[in-house]
T-cell receptor
Framework: DGGITQSPKYLFRKEGQNVTLSCEQNLNHDAMYWYRQDPGQGLRLIYYSQIVNDFQKGDIAEGYSVSREKKESFPLTVTSAQKNPTAFYLC????????????FGPGTRLTVT | GQSLEQPSEVTAVEGAIVQINCTYQTSGFYGLSWYQQHDGGAPTFLSYNALDGLEETGRFSSFLSRSDSYGYLLLQELQMKDSASYFCASLNDYKLSFGAGTTVTVRA
């Protein structure tokens, strides 16, 4: 089955620790995205990548880092520099020809205390 | 920056019609997408309008007026399973910018 997976579903960390969220897709999509969603709010773009070994900052990149070494994988690291890391993190992928239609993973709910 | 406005909540009964409006102020606008998200779940793509006019996909239709910077999603023959949050998202420079979402509650 083709799809996009994120793990883990729930993640708990102590303040001051870096944490890496996994995102994998087997849809052969060129583009991948990371969003953050806070309660009652829309999705905000953190980073995106349109091709392997290249990525761009989104609207709220501060305190986050990414890599795109493989087409299938786009991990997100939430660093200790992120002031309010507790949130629901969603990864998405899509084709470069239809950026308006993105396929989302099930999300990772990160809680930092 | 990009700004999209949509109502925060709408409640309707089964079988009714609901219209969710979205106004946007963006630069480099290409088109307007709509997504559905059930509580705690992943957003799923519903529709996209690049040109003015109405796009119909089953019970859901979406409309765009570029001159008015306005669009809407029309949900017809509402069913209980349509209870969810609906987001409009503008496509700008190959990136999506999302509104805050409209929570639709369908009552029996």
């Amino acid at each position: 089955d083709g799809g996009i997976t994120q793990s883990p579903k729930y993640l708990f960390r102590k303040e001051g620790q870096n944490v890496t969220l996994s995102c994998e897709q087997n849809l052969n999509h060129d583009a991948m995205y990371w969003y953050r969603q806070d309660p009652g709010q829309g999705l905000r773009l953190i980073y995106y990548s349109q091709i392997v070994n290249d990525f761009q900052k989104g609207d709220i990149a501060e305190g986050y880092s990414v890599s795109r070494e493989k087409k299938e994988s786009f991990p997100l690291t939430v660093t200790s520099a992120q002031k309010n890391p507790t949130a629901f993190y969603l990864c998405a992928s899509g084709t470069s020809g239809t950026p308006y239609e993105q396929y989302f993973g099930p999300g990772t709910r990160l809680t930092v205390t | 920056g990009q700004s999209l406005e949509q109502p925060s909540e709408v409640t309707a009964v089964e079988g009714a019609i609901v219209q969710i409006n979205c106004t946007y102020q963006t630069s480099g606008f290409y088109g307007l997408s709509w997504y559905q998200q059930h509580d705690g779940g992943a957003p799923t793509f519903l529709s996209y309008n690049a040109l003015d006019g109405l796009e119909e996909t089953g019970r859901f239709s979406s409309f765009l007026s570029r001159s008015d910077s306005y669009g809407y999603l029309l949900l017809q023959e509402l069913q209980m399973k349509d209870s969810a949050s609906y987001f409009c998202a503008s496509l700008n420079d190959y990136k999506l910018s999302f509104g805050a979402g409209t929570t639709v509650t369908v009552r029996a």
